[in-house]
């Protein structure tokens, strides 16, 4: 079947009636399925099974159905000839996978009817999955969005990256601070994957390189690895929407090539036999191992470089195998880089092409570049990722040959373009010549792609302005923006059900499949029996996240109260800490005025600070400490309760997006590229508060200025602010509750064990405030109180919580998709309706 001839099938829903009885058939057919995979796959009888047990019948009786899909995706793929993208990416937050692939495949109730004949309760089998740990935040969720979203549009495509062992760290709180504890998400095998042990590559380590001659002037560079590391494929199939399509997610694991040295084994020395082992492994154990020490450093070059290089050796035999030429690389693939961590792709591919497929230098720089395309997603110039000189000369000499060359002659072609202006040469080099020598991986991933994108339109036009200023003078036409969006099908279908058949009963069942048809909503949004039909489904989310909140933490908040969420990596440019300061002020301010008519609110937090980050913890505990003060005290009652709820994850922002109220999305104005929490909230009908930051403003656009809650700096502000001098004495004396609140946390008033605890955050506050948290802290109030305003306006709020999941569709992985699709990968894209 052609791709045109697909594609107009699916222009249209299916319309095929099911003839009597067949329902009923489905669900016999998958109880037998079931029972077969408990009694031959898993080993268990009925009777002695346990829910676990249940848990892995039911995924193997799915993944058959997804297998034969699987195959046939693949089989078109190869046969019709198509061009395939190779998304790579250290990240891929794909969180637990049975009810997705149920969803996907439309089995839900089907497999519901069928467990339940068997005595057993599909939602309990849920909790039992574990979330695999192969990510971190926004970068890997967003990974695992767009693979949804690929198999959905039917875009031949495979995602590269690592099988972690233990993924990032479980984190648990104790006495309010965080502690990190390895994840342990493979300890009972992983039913959706396929161990590919025939699919192997040797990545090397290390060791020299040699010129050797081929005769006459030419020389051939052979690279001598001192060690080599196996990498070993484990696919997972990822099932698009309607399963009319299936792709791969392959993941690598690193294997000692020798696992014991049986020679150290026998003579007594059995820990020094698995040296190798263990250093081999430590590639694939945890996601961003610290790089505060050198070995760290080393570690985390070492995962990158490891599947990277793995992911190329494996996409180009397919493309040999396939197509015959390497040559034809760039008509048949594209690369696309997930951030800086894969950018060593550039010089690892230039080294295939040159030192083992014999390609002129030129023809090859030409072929990497038309084959890979980077998406940046930061403005920090410390995320864009360097490393210093000594260490890549002795972990990848030839990689540093290869950027040496690279970068020579890009700065002989800059300095021919433009004469005499060497600032501009310091700052496009692939080498950092200040504070030691070190390789910018930024700069190599921009320089060796035809396209670079931003992940929403600030963000991608301050890159111009910012990272990339100078590359942008050179090469204007390679920078473009594809504003992020997220897979409605995980954040809308599987995360609200309830909400999700109100749409399809208001916009029509056409709402599954297009996310423009989210709009029709907007007509009705002032309609007060929608409101009573949405403030139900809101307040039935939010009574089981107050029971997962009672459940873990032992507190009892109240469901009628507004939801004020933030949930994401915590770190000091999203400003956690400017909620937690604006929450000691209203929770002072109710103290001192109790008869005041406060909209109720239930302050919930959530998410996991790097190991290594300091403030980030420090941040962590203080949100802990007001919260055991806030709720402690009976004066308030039901009026204000803080929660922080541990170990942030997929399946934990399943159950706090549907029952959020209120979106916290106050980052430093220009610091955040995208975001998508903000999008997965408003899609579920949250009102959000934030700055004009990264797709801040593109919500904004959608929603109109009156349900949207917009403060504060924007980005030339901040830098304007910046450069005037960031000691906020001024600021903080000009405030009404700033600086009561910031002299009660340095003054130790909720850290009575340690009153000398906050005294560096605050001292940083008033002198050194860099994430300008102080001149944003009244704006921020102000428009909190507009939220209480609004709140206790009933219909006001319900009207602008319509009007937020009506102009949600264009936010939508699909559109994101579709446009990498057309503009950077020149792939075609099948239409989901």
């Not at 090539?257 to 036999?273: E, I």
């Not at 209120?662 to 408003?682: D, F, P, V």
Request: with cysteine; glycine share 6%; aromatic share 8%.
């Amino acid at each position: 079947m052609t791709v045109e001839v697909e594609s107009k099938m699916l222009d249209k829903p299916e319309t095929t009636t099911r003839a009597p009885g067949a329902a009923g058939d489905d669900v016999a057919k998958f109880r037998t399925a079931v029972i077969a995979k408990l009694t031959y796959a898993v080993g268990k009888n009925p009777a002695a099974a346990s829910d676990r047990d249940w848990f892995l019948a039911t995924a193997f009786a799915t993944r058959d159905r997804i297998v034969d899909r699987w195959v046939t995706s693949t089989r078109q793929t190869y046969s019709e000839g198509r061009k395939r993208v190779y998304y790579l990416s250290l990240e891929f937050l794909i969180g637990r996978l049975l009810f997705d692939a149920l969803t996907n495949l439309e089995m839900l109730e089907t497999v519901r009817a069928a467990l339940g004949d068997l005595g057993v309760d599909l939602d309990r089998l849920r909790q039992v999955e574990p979330d695999a740990a192969l990510g971190n935040g926004g970068l890997g969720r967003l990974a695992a969005c767009f693979m949804d979203s690929m198999a959905t549009l039917s875009v031949a495509a495979y995602g590269y990256g690592i099988r972690y062992d233990h993924g990032l760290f479980r984190q648990v709180i104790k006495n309010g601070w965080q502690q990190e504890y390895p994840e342990d998400w493979l300890s009972f095998g992983n039913p959706w994957e396929f161990e590919r042990p025939e699919v192997t590559y040797d990545v090397g380590f290390g060791g020299s390189v040699e010129a050797v001659a081929l005769g006459g002037d030419r020389k051939k560079q052979v690279w001598h690895p001192a060690e080599q590391v196996e990498a070993v494929a484990y696919d997972t199939p990822i099932c698009g929407w309607r399963g009319r399509h299936v792709n791969t997610l392959r993941l690598w694991s690193a294997r000692a090539t020798d696992p014991l040295r049986l020679d150290a084994f026998n003579q007594g020395d059995h820990v020094g036999a698995l040296v190798d082992q263990v250093k081999a492994e430590a590639i694939s154990k945890v996601l961003y191992p610290s790089d505060a020490t050198p070995a760290g450093q080393e570690l985390r070059l070492r995962q990158e470089y490891f599947f990277t290089a793995a992911s190329l050796h494996d996409l180009m035999r397919r493309h040999v195998d396939t197509f015959g030429d390497v040559r034809s690389l760039p008509d048949k693939v594209s690369i696309q880089l997930n951030d800086t961590h894969p950018a060593i792709a550039v010089a690892e591919l230039m080294r295939v092409l040159v030192d083992e497929h014999d390609i002129e230098w030129a023809q090859a720089w030409d072929i990497t570049q038309r084959t890979i395309s980077y998406t940046n997603h930061t403005l920090l110039p410390e995320a864009l990722e360097t490393w210093p000189v000594p260490l890549m000369e002795r972990v990848l000499p030839r990689h540093m040959q290869i950027i040496y060359l690279i970068n020579a002659l890009h700065i002989e072609n800059v300095r021919k373009q433009f004469p005499g202006d060497d600032a501009l040469l310091s700052s496009v080099s692939l080498i950092q010549e200040d504070h030691g020598r070190r390789v910018r991986m930024g700069n190599l991933a921009f320089l060796g792609s035809h396209s670079i994108n931003g992940v929403a339109a600030l963000h991608s036009e301050l890159m111009k302005t910012t990272v990339f200023k100078d590359f942008y003078r050179i090469y204007p036409e390679r920078m473009n923006n594809k504003t992020n969006g997220i897979t409605f099908r995980r954040w809308l279908n599987e995360a609200n059900p309830g909400l999700t058949n109100l749409l399809v009963e208001v916009c029509g069942p056409e709402v599954l499949d297009d996310p423009s048809a989210l709009k029709k909503l907007e007509a009705h949004a002032a309609d007060s029996s929608l409101h009573d039909r949405l403030a139900a489904i809101r307040r039935q989310n939010k009574v089981a996240l107050a029971r997962v909140i009672r459940d873990r933490l032992d507190i009892k908040v109240n469901p009628g109260a507004l939801f004020d969420v933030q949930i994401k990596r915590i770190h000091e440019y999203k400003r956690q800490l400017l909620n937690v300061l604006e929450t000691i002020a209203l929770y002072d301010a109710m103290r001192a005025n109790p008869a005041k008519a406060w909209a109720p609110r239930v302050k919930i937090f959530s998410g996991k600070a790097a190991a290594s980050y300091h403030m980030a913890k420090l941040i962590i505990k203080l949100a802990n400490d007001v919260a055991r003060v806030v709720n402690d005290d009976p004066t308030v009652r039901d009026l204000l309760k803080v929660v922080f709820l541990p170990n942030y994850n997929v399946s934990l922002a399943e159950v706090i997006i549907p029952a959020a109220d209120l979106s916290e999305q106050i980052s430093t104005a220009g610091m955040e590229a995208s975001g998508t929490g903000n999008m997965k909230m408003a899609l579920n009908g949250a009102l959000t508060i934030g700055t004009l930051d990264g797709a801040n403003v593109e919500i904004k656009e959608h929603v109109g200025d009156d349900n949207i809650f917009i403060f504060g700096l924007t980005a030339e502000q901040v830098e304007k602010r910046r450069a005037e001098g960031i000691d906020e004495a001024g600021a903080i004396a000009a405030s009404p509750h700033l600086g009561e609140v910031l002299d009660a946390v340095g003054a130790g008033v909720f850290s009575p064990d340690e009153p000398d605890r906050y005294k560096s955050l605050v001292d940083a506050m008033r002198h050194h405030d860099y994430f300008l948290v102080t001149p944003d802290f009244d704006a921020y109030w102000d428009a909190q109180r507009q939220v209480d305003a609004k709140w206790n306006a009933r219909s006001a709020w319900w009207t602008s919580s319509a009007i937020n999941t009506a102009n949600m569709g264009w936010f939508s992985s699909d559109r994101t998709i579709s446009e990498y699709a057309r503009d950077i990968w020149h792939v075609p894209v099948l239409q989901t309706r």
